[in-house]
């Protein structure tokens, strides 16, 4: 079975530029998460989506992010204009569905460097 | 609000030693305890998990276990190998939102 995918694996881009992430979450699973993880950090998050339906977007920088995931399966990240404190890796992650118990798995993650 | 806190790395062990690494955690209600792993250029893997107090998680020769009273999972491995270096997250999970430690960085040599 395949797991989360994450594209691109790495991402190098000047400050002010956009970028986007892409995120294909495992057959099935109905919840999908974006995480971001600094450097010596543990994963923070971002946005859980329920089907398409993004139920906690507290945590998401409004101003210059944004996601969606449209047909409620993939997934895409953006941020614009992007700056140097973004640089970190980013997460995706899907589950069954959103219950306390329901184990998290997690993609290889998208390295962000902002230069 | 809900935290964790687990040992701070890194930590350099000789293969065969045994490994303790410690974790606890505020939260309110009862949440799901998790350790993840994240191996060299891997994502995060979900190591072991316990839902309720005095619950053991196991996998791999890793174990933890949920403790209530200390609010603690420390996670410890008996005899570790150099396959085992990784880095290591300590979680809970409340209110359908997963909260991670800072992570401890393990490095064993052979």
């Known amino acids: 079975e395949a797991g989360v995918v994450q594209s691109p694996r790495y991402k190098i881009i000047e400050k002010k530029q956009p970028v986007a992430f892409w995120c294909n979450p495992i057959?099935?699973?109905?919840?999908l998460y974006w995480y971001l993880q600094n450097l010596g950090q543990g994963p923070e998050l971002l946005i859980r989506?329920?089907?398409?339906?993004?139920?906690?977007d507290s945590q998401l920088p409004k101003d210059r992010f944004s996601a969606e995931r449209l047909k409620g399966v993939d997934s895409t990240l953006k941020i614009q204009p992007a700056e140097l404190g973004d640089s970190a890796v980013y997460l995706c992650?899907?589950?069954?569905?959103?219950?306390?118990?329901?184990?998290?798995?997690f993609g290889p993650g998208t390295r962000l460097l902002v230069l | 609000g809900n935290s964790v806190t687990q040992m701070e790395g890194p930590v350099t062990l000789s293969e065969e030693a045994f490994l303790t690494i410690n974790c606890t955690y505020t939260?309110?209600?009862?949440?799901?305890l998790f350790w993840y792993v994240q191996y060299p250029g891997e994502g995060l893997q979900l190591l072991l998990k316990?839902?309720?107090?005095?619950d053991k998680g196991s996998n791999k020769g890793f174990e933890a276990t949920y403790r209530k009273e200390t609010t603690s999972f420390h996670l410890e491995k008996g005899s570790v190998q150099v396959s085992d270096s990784a880095v290591y997250f300590c979680?809970?999970?409340?209110?359908?939102?997963?909260?991670f430690g800072a992570g401890t960085t393990v490095t064993v040599r052979a």
């Open positions: 939260a309110t209600g009862y949440p799901s």
């Open positions: 989506y329920e089907n398409e339906e993004a139920v906690d």
């Open positions: 992650a899907s589950s069954l569905d959103g219950r306390a118990q329901e184990t998290q798995y």
């Open positions: 979680a809970l999970r409340s209110d359908r939102k997963l909260s």
């Open positions: 057959s099935g699973h109905n919840t």
């Open positions: 316990a839902t309720k107090a005095d």
